[in-house]
């Protein structure tokens, strides 16, 4: 790896310091268009928080009964979260290190502990930070020099259980949307079961 004036690096840390100022640029805006993006993101942000005030809950004061269903039940139980824990890839850990074999051979309170920590998620709205917090490893591209920094291409490794979650909140999504025909008929992308038509 090389920094901008063609000096070897050497440690990690002036590696890390050389990807860090590649990125940087690569995604640099100025401090207006940040100003802007979060000004209207803030306004966004409150005005949805205001139309949804009724549904807000105190984090002190988890009422579990709001979040069930007809059949008194609530979203998420240990069952479909063990099966989701199963059905899950055990690719390579986020920050926290722990891998699939870690979840997989927990005790039963421990599953229960988990799907209460889902549900009152769920209850709050609330995304746990350790569950969208990621850590970036950098592959080399198959061509190009390894020297340069460019010709790397980052990828975010997330928590194993912040992937549990997020894929038992998207089954819960598609199967709103899909049961109240909210998804038009003729999307075949991104959809299970579906193909695009033939041209």
């Known amino acids: 790896m090389l920094h901008q004036n063609q000096k070897k690096t050497k440690t990690d840390q002036e590696k890390t310091t050389v990807f860090t100022s590649t990125w940087k640029n690569v995604y640099k805006i100025s401090e207006e268009e940040n100003q802007q993006f979060d000004q209207e993101n803030e306004e966004m942000v409150q005005q949805t928080l205001l139309r949804n005030s009724h549904k807000i809950t105190s984090k002190l004061n988890i009422n579990l009964q709001e979040i069930k269903d007809n059949n008194q039940q609530l979203p998420f139980n240990s ?3 063990a099966l989701t824990i199963k059905e899950l890839a055990n690719k390579a850990p986020g920050p926290s290190k722990l891998r699939k074999p870690h979840f997989t051979n927990l005790p039963p309170n421990m599953i229960r502990n988990i799907t209460h920590l889902f549900n009152c998620s769920y209850a709050t709205g609330m995304y746990p930070t350790q569950f969208k917090t990621a850590e ?46 909210i998804i038009k008929e003729s999307q075949h992308g991104f959809r299970r079961k579906k193909r695009a038509p033939p041209l």
């Open 136 to 181: 970036i490893i950098l592959f080399p591209k198959e061509t190009g020099e390894k020297s340069n920094p460019m010709n790397y291409r980052p990828i975010s490794l997330l928590n194993f259980l912040g992937k549990v979650y997020a894929k038992l909140l998207n089954q819960k999504l598609v199967k709103h949307l899909e049961d109240n025909g």
């Open 79 to 81: 069952i479909n979260v």
